[in-house]
């Protein structure tokens, strides 16, 4: 078992975000969020940034939200990436268990919803592969953003029996709508 560290942040902190940057650029070479919106994300108290550490070095980094609906707290996870020389010796599985206890323990979150690029190319199958061994749940609406060219679907993770996808997925898309809204809202300030 990989002994890695969590460190989860509500507030912008530019020392541990330098040592994760490498890791969110690496895994995210274009369509990433700028560094700005994170921030303000961070400033809003919309998102929350996730360190994985092992060793004092940081290896995985996540972006992560929390919203509220009818049927109770989801977890968005917006981004998640491992350094390039750990994916696949299971360092994606153990730090996304580390949020997900957090996630539970800290806001009581009932499912977990992501979204993953709907394409047939081996990393997209990869991809979706990665987060099915993880018990998440791909749902068959395919959801067309107009500002990205790439369609996605969305996956859920029931923690709780009772956060399970009614429909075809459409409704999750709910959850990420709104929280992508949030995120790209100006600030008030």
């Known amino acids: 078992m990989m002994n ?3 460190i989860t942040i509500a507030h912008w902190d530019d020392k541990l975000w330098r040592s994760i940057e490498p890791v969110y650029r690496e895994a995210f070479p274009s369509g990433a969020k700028p560094e700005g919106i994170l921030r303000s994300m961070l400033d ?7 360190a994985g550490l092992i060793d004092g070095q940081a290896v995985a ?5 929390i919203v509220n609906g009818a049927e109770g707290k989801r977890l ?3 981004y998640l990436a491992v350094s390039r020389e750990l994916r696949g010796r299971g360092a994606g599985t153990v730090f996304l268990d580390l949020i997900l206890d957090w996630a539970k323990q800290t806001n009581n979150v009932l499912g977990v919803i992501i979204e993953a690029e709907s394409g047939s190319s081996e990393t997209h199958a990869q991809r979706i592969h990665f987060w099915e061994k993880n018990g998440f749940i791909l749902t068959p609406y395919v959801h067309q953003y107009i500002w990205v060219p790439e369609p996605y ?9 009772s956060a399970q996808v009614e429909d ?9 709508n709104n929280f992508h809204k949030k995120a790209y809202r100006p600030s008030s300030k």
């Open 153 to 161: 679907q969305a996956m859920l993770k029931p923690l709780e029996q």
């Open 76 to 78: 968005i996870i917006d």
């Open 4 to 6: 890695m560290e969590l």
């Open 61 to 65: 980094m996540a972006v992560t939200g």
């Open 44 to 50: 809003r108290g919309i998102a929350h940034i996730h």
């Open 168 to 176: 075809n997925g459409e409704s999750l898309f709910r959850y990420i």
